[in-house]
């Protein structure tokens, strides 16, 4: 009997990604006994017709999709109605928010659904092809350059003309994980001047290796996992005072700083922002768990005394296309170790499937969120 693999049309407002791109179908033939299922329109966000997508089930409703699915295939998490649409004993795999949304997570533990979320793939070598938040992340850090360039009144390379000579616009980039880097990478490309900062002092030579100047505060937070830890209030206030001088002076800012699960970080107050000249643009990457400018709304644009404080939303989203060519192929690697010889065959031993599951069997199998539920709080 085939293994039903379901994507259907994104619900979340604003989400133009899907979770397969005609690119794949070819790999897909190489997963035995697979039989791919999409829901009528679930591409057409992303430049993807149905015809586009040739030798799949094109499903009417997404009703009709959920009751034929063995696996389903989704970008962002469930909503709760969604959730209990699933059949029981049946695998998801997408982002899954595993912080927030208790409701969704109980409807998931009484449908016994097997949960993989990709917000939960260990960094470990073996499992960079599945890194969702990595692909998704250099698209936004891409992005990010572009919306502080759009918004800035300045260019931001250098220009010699018969008119005179421009300066090149500085560019402040802080935290230096995929998105930072990507975002280094990009500011260069556009002829800026980049100065970047991350509380990991091993990311030094990634960020000269691009072509920014690494801004030393003195302050070392290497923690597990590829993240930093969280400051101590004396190395915040150490670091504050040493980016506040570099920020003033800054054209664009581009904040990344992010710890899962928690509010994001806050690393440019209210003062340093009026230090800034007018025509300066912070764009906030970390809008969406609270920013990392005190001044930061989710979605919004904000004009402190000529400022603007960016605070974009579901930035990948925009770049939908690659973003889904990215994510897709995140998606189908781990496929690739959940389906074998025609069977889904979950294996325990492997490392990836372990940390990255988060509900199995009626269980909640992630240490934090099993915690957080049985602490009794809601979200």
Same mark, same amino acid.
């Given at each position: 009997?085939?293994?039903?693999?379901?994507?259907?049309?994104?619900?979340?407002?604003?989400?133009?990604?899907?979770? =397969?791109?005609?690119?794949?179908?070819?790999?897909?033939?190489?997963?035995?006994?697979?039989? =791919?299922?999409?829901?009528?329109?679930?591409?057409?966000?992303?430049?993807?017709?149905?015809?586009?997508?040739?030798?799949?089930?094109?499903?009417?409703?997404?009703?009709?999709?959920?009751?034929?699915?063995?696996?389903?295939?989704?970008?962002?998490?469930?909503?709760?109605?969604?959730?209990?649409? =699933?059949?029981?004993?049946?695998?998801?795999?997408?982002?899954?928010?595993?912080?927030?949304?208790?409701?969704?997570?109980?409807?998931?533990?009484?449908?016994?659904?097997?949960?993989?979320?990709?917000?939960?793939?260990?960094?470990?070598?073996?499992?960079? @092809?599945?890194?969702?938040?990595?692909?998704?992340?250099?698209?936004?850090?891409?992005? @990010?350059?572009?919306?502080?360039?759009?918004?800035?009144?300045?260019?931001?390379?250098?220009?010699?003309?018969?008119?005179?000579?421009?300066?090149?616009?500085?560019?402040?980039?802080?935290?230096?994980?995929?998105?930072?880097?990507?975002?280094?990478?990009?500011?260069?490309?556009?002829?800026?001047?980049?100065?970047?900062?991350?509380?990991?002092?091993?990311?030094?030579?990634?960020?000269?290796?691009?072509?920014?100047?690494?801004?030393?505060?003195?302050?070392? @937070?290497?923690? $597990?996992?590829?993240?930093?830890? $969280?400051?101590?209030?004396?190395?915040?206030?150490?670091?504050?005072?040493?980016?506040?001088?570099?920020?003033?002076?800054?054209?664009?800012?581009?904040?990344?700083?992010?710890?899962?699960?928690?509010?994001?970080?806050?690393?440019?107050?209210?003062?340093?922002?009026?230090?800034?000249?007018?025509?300066?643009?912070?764009?906030?990457?970390?809008?969406?768990?609270?920013?990392?400018?005190?001044?930061?709304?989710?979605?919004?644009?904000?004009?402190?005394?000529?400022?603007?404080?960016?605070?974009?939303?579901?930035?990948?989203?925009?770049?939908?296309?690659?973003?889904? $060519?990215?994510?897709?192929?995140?998606?189908?690697?781990?496929?690739?170790?959940?389906?074998?010889?025609?069977?889904?065959?979950?294996?325990?031993?492997?490392?990836?499937?372990?940390?990255?599951?988060?509900?199995?069997?009626? $269980?909640?199998?992630?240490?934090?969120?099993?915690?957080?539920?049985?602490?009794?709080?809601?979200?």
């Amino acid at each position: 009997m085939a293994i039903r693999v379901a994507v259907p049309r994104e619900s979340a407002q604003g989400e133009r990604r899907v979770a =397969l791109v005609p690119s794949l179908l070819k790999q897909y033939e190489k997963l035995e006994g697979v039989e =791919l299922l999409l829901e009528s329109g679930a591409g057409m966000e992303s430049g993807f017709a149905d015809d586009a997508y040739e030798g799949v089930t094109i499903v009417g409703s997404a009703d009709e999709l959920y009751k034929q699915a063995d696996v389903v295939l989704k970008v962002q998490p469930p909503t709760v109605e969604e959730a209990g649409k =699933l059949p029981e004993g049946s695998v998801l795999i997408g982002f899954m928010a595993p912080h927030e949304g208790d409701t969704r997570l109980k409807t998931l533990l009484k449908h016994r659904v097997t949960s993989f979320s990709m917000e939960l793939v260990p960094r470990i070598t073996r499992a960079q @092809a599945i890194d969702a938040l990595s692909s998704q992340a250099s698209i936004a850090g891409y992005k @990010a350059v572009l919306l502080a360039a759009n918004l800035s009144p300045r260019l931001f390379p250098m220009l010699t003309t018969a008119a005179g000579t421009i300066k090149p616009s500085r560019v402040v980039v802080i935290g230096a994980g995929v998105a930072g880097l990507q975002a280094i990478a990009t500011a260069k490309r556009l002829g800026a001047v980049v100065e970047a900062y991350d509380v990991r002092s091993a990311t030094k030579e990634q960020v000269q290796s691009l072509g920014g100047k690494f801004i030393d505060t003195g302050v070392k @937070a290497e923690g $597990e996992g590829g993240y930093a830890r $969280e400051l101590t209030d004396e190395e915040k206030q150490r670091q504050a005072k040493v980016l506040a001088d570099h920020i003033s002076r800054a054209d664009a800012v581009i904040t990344t700083a992010a710890i899962p699960g928690r509010p994001a970080p806050k690393i440019i107050d209210k003062a340093t922002v009026e230090r800034m000249k007018r025509g300066a643009v912070i764009i906030d990457l970390a809008a969406e768990t609270g920013g990392n400018c005190e001044l930061t709304k989710a979605g919004k644009d904000v004009d402190h005394n000529g400022v603007i404080v960016h605070g974009p939303k579901n930035v990948a989203s925009a770049l939908c296309q690659h973003a889904s $060519e990215m994510y897709s192929r995140n998606l189908y690697n781990l496929l690739t170790l959940i389906i074998k010889d025609g069977k889904v065959a979950l294996d325990w031993d492997d490392q990836v499937q372990k940390d990255s599951c988060l509900t199995h069997d009626g $269980e909640i199998k992630h240490g934090p969120t099993r915690e957080r539920l049985e602490g009794g709080k809601k979200s």
